[in-house]
């Protein structure tokens, strides 16, 4: 069953802690994305990475890291550096031949 | 910048009407437009266009884009309640894709 899955769906945490939210595809697919979505808006992109071991900074890297050591995971760690974290994240991935990205199901984050 | 622009944000109609959300974009080497719904986790994906002036056709789901003038809309005729959703579109370049806001589309019985 292929896809992509995050986890956890959920996930409460206290100012001033680092959080890794876990990223996993089993599409085979080379690229693959970091999204944050807030209330009412689109999707603003975080970290990409088209190859392992490389990664390129989205829209809104700061506060964020990432990394890519396999092809199939694509970690991203939220550290207290991040003014504003509470929100909902999107993990994709896509085939290099195409352009059509696949989303996971999305981890919603809340930092109180 | 790249730039991608949705109208309207938000939208009301009853079961049965037919609506035309619109994305306008800005966007260096464009490869593709995109559209997604987004009901209440993950995107899913609708159309995906490359060519200008070929309509992409699902159902009652209908889209069209237009590289001469930049803007792309998706069509959606005989509304149903499970319509409801918020509607992405994107434009993509060689490596990642530009999002718009979205536009919530709610339909009422």
């Known amino acids: 069953d292929g896809g992509i899955t995050q986890s956890p769906k959920y996930l409460f945490r206290k100012e001033g802690q680092n959080v890794t939210l876990s990223c996993e595809q089993n599409?085979?697919?080379?690229?693959m994305y970091w999204y944050r979505q807030d209330p009412g808006q689109g999707l603003r992109l975080i970290y990409y990475?088209?190859?392992?071991?490389?990664?390129q900074k989205g829209d809104i890297a700061e506060g964020y890291s990432v990394s890519r050591e396999k092809k199939e995971s694509f970690p991203l760690t939220v550290t207290s550096a991040q003014k504003n974290p509470t929100a909902f994240y999107l993990c994709?991935?896509?085939?290099?031949?195409?352009?059509?990205?696949?989303f996971g199901p999305g981890t919603r984050l809340t930092v109180t | 910048e790249d730039k991608v622009v949705q109208s309207p944000l938000s939208l009301v109609v009853h079961e049965g009407d037919t609506v035309t959300l619109n994305c306008s974009y800005e966007?260096?080497?464009?490869?593709?437009l995109l559209w997604y719904k987004q009901e209440k986790k993950a995107p899913t994906f609708l159309f995906m266009l490359?060519?200008?002036?070929i309509e992409k056709k699902s159902g009652r789901l209908s889209s069209i884009l237009d590289k001469k003038e930049l803007f792309s809309i998706l069509n959606i005729t005989a509304t149903q309640t499970g319509d409801s959703a918020v509607y992405l579109c994107?434009?993509?370049?060689?490596?990642?894709?530009?999002f718009g806001q979205g536009t919530r589309l709610t339909i009422n019985p």
């Open positions: 490359t060519s200008s002036g």
């Open positions: 966007v260096t080497n464009f490869r593709s």
């Open positions: 990475s088209q190859i392992v071991n490389d990664f």
């Open positions: 994709a991935s896509r085939d290099r031949l195409t352009y059509e990205q696949y």
């Open positions: 599409l085979n697919h080379d690229a």
């Open positions: 994107a434009v993509g370049g060689a490596q990642k894709l530009v």
